[in-house]
């Protein structure tokens, strides 16, 4: 049994996201490695330092300068943040920084928990892949003026980040 | 380990806790849970409430009976209003979830077992024996 793209789509409308691009996957029998938390953690921090090109994703998170700090140098997640797998790695997804995307924990990633739930026991699951590697939903990146820092001042920032980095 | 040992460890490693809840909240989440049909609170959660209203740490969260205040952000939703979204997926039927991090849920059953759930499907994947050790693996697998 399996969700149509319809109906998956309709769902994930009803929980607030109606942005949110869907991937059908069909899962697969998955091992984990008896150090595969150390490994996740350590992705996590590799995954924030990429962070960096997405300085207008960052600008509409409406984060304080310390936590955009914390967070593009993949030092400490904002509150209320969460990084999540595009394909989980108990359905047989890449422990890797490509298989990553981060959005807000309450309400997107709760929902998105919910969403994938919901379909436990199908063949195939639809899963949420968005196409950057931060998710903010349509509505809350359009208009407004950014929260507590500009996309302008945000992307200065995150490029003098990437720049330190590369002289480092 | 018992809930002021848990709680020093917890706020060691980083911790943020609210003010304690009341009697009267406490006990409107309980019969909301069992108008719902799900677990009701065990005496760890209970006791836990009359100390903190709920935690995080990172992405760990253990959910309060009542919605909590979360600075600028969106609130953290109550264990009611999760339990109540949750009700349509078969494999937390009969459980209650107190709490959640990126990779796990956390649930106890009608006995105060509590249990780590898979967030692919709700299955259980461990049973503990200790309930602050679950309080304490759900919020610490949320600190990267």
Redesign the interface.
Known sequence: MKLSEAAATARISDLGMDDMPLVEFTPKPATLSPDWFQKYRALCHQFMETLTDCATEIAFMNLSQNEFMGLVTGRALPRNTSIRWRIPITLGGELSVENMFLCRTFPHSHQLDRFIMEQSGNETLWLPNPARAIYIPTHTATGGTGGNATSDRLAQMAAQIAKDNSLG | MDINEFLTTIKDKGALTWGPSNTRAIEHANSTLQTKKCAMLPNFIIELYTKTAGI?L??G?IFGPTELP????????SITK?ND??R?????KNKTVFG?N??F?FAFDAFGICYTL??????ALRKYDDPYRALYDCLMGGK?
């Open positions: 995080n990172g992405s969260y979360n600075g600028k952000n969106f609130p953290i939703p999760i979204e949750i349509n997926i078969p494999a937390l959640r990126d990779l849920w898979n967030n692919t499907n709700g299955m990267i």
